[in-house]
């Protein structure tokens, strides 16, 4: 990672973050977070499929409602590893990124997975929820402009 | 809606927000060259706990509640979010991200009542 090759050794890393100095290309976080937007919009699409496809097949009322059943679709595990790779990019997000900045960016799932549903699995979509993926991309837009420019200035 | 699942709501929000601040509060050492590696490894854990029994909470809300009533708390959290992150961490947002967090708040609702 260069930045580190520019920085003095015993710099506080916080002091260069509040310059705007975070890693580039492939580990630039706010890359990351968009990577994280689509690593949980897959696992819930996944799981969802994986959960339609395993419906109440073991005849046991108790483990259906358990929802273990599911675990016997491949499925529902790409779905799981997709979601603990989620995770890890998060946390990689979280150590660059102010708490306030990334969770209502992370938001940008409540437009991935409507859209994903509507494409992949064949769910319908509502005026009111094409209303509603405007709002949060006008959001999204306000969060992230500023930060945008921030990024070509340096 | 009856106070216990009031009250669920409210403890749900509360693994969330905590959740979150646990993680960030243990990402944020990793910045500096000397990182304590035992309290990052803690705090993250702690995390991960907290948003587990969110996420049992969430599910126990949904027993009980459509999604369309259940997800306008979702909602909810991006404010709380900012709240806490402000209040406890110290973080400082512009006026305009303000704007922001609401339309998403806002956009959030109407994705899950429609």
């Known amino acids: 990672m260069n930045y580190e090759a520019n920085a003095p050794k015993d710099t506080d890393r916080s002091e260069t973050l509040a310059r705007g100095v ?26 969802k499929r994986g959960a339609t496809a395993t419906t109440q097949v073991s005849g046991s009322p108790w483990l259906d409602s358990l929802g273990i ?10 779905g799981i590893a997709s ?8 946390l990689y997000v979280l150590r660059w990124v102010p708490l306030s900045i990334a969770f209502p960016l992370a ?5 991935l997975i409507p859209l994903g549903s509507w494409f992949f699995l064949g769910e319908t979509m509502s005026l009111l929820r094409w209303c509603g993926i405007t709002l949060v991309m006008t959001g999204i837009w306000c969060l992230a402009n500023p930060l945008m420019r921030a990024e070509e200035a340096l | ?20 601040l646990l993680l960030k509060h243990g990402m944020s050492y990793t910045q500096h060259a000397t990182a304590p590696f035992g309290r990052v ?6 995390g991960v706990c907290m948003l587990t029994l969110w996420f049992f909470s969430w599910m126990a809300l949904l027993q009980q509640l459509d999604l369309s009533q259940v997800y306008p708390f979702e909602g909810m959290s991006p ?3 900012v709240i806490a992150a402000t209040v406890i961490l110290g973080e400082r947002q512009s006026r305009r991200s303000r704007v922001g967090v609401g339309l998403i708040a806002l956009g959030t609702v109407l994705v899950g009542i429609s």
Do not use: D, R
């Open chain 2, 79 to 81: 404010v709380l979010l």
């Open chain 1, 69 to 78: 059943t599911t675990l016997g679709s491949g499925w529902v595990w790409a």
């Open chain 2, 41 to 46: 490894v803690c705090e993250v854990l702690a």
């Open chain 1, 22 to 47: 975070h890693p580039k290309g492939l580990l630039n976080p706010y890359l990351q977070l968009a990577v994280n937007g689509l690593l949980v919009t897959a696992s819930e699409l996944l799981l």
């Open chain 1, 83 to 90: 979601g603990i790779a989620g995770l890890v990019s998060w």
């Open chain 1, 107 to 111: 938001s940008v799932v409540h437009v």
């Open chain 2, 1 to 20: 809606m009856t106070i216990h699942l009031l009250l669920l709501v409210l403890l749900s929000q509360i693994f969330l927000v905590a959740g979150q």
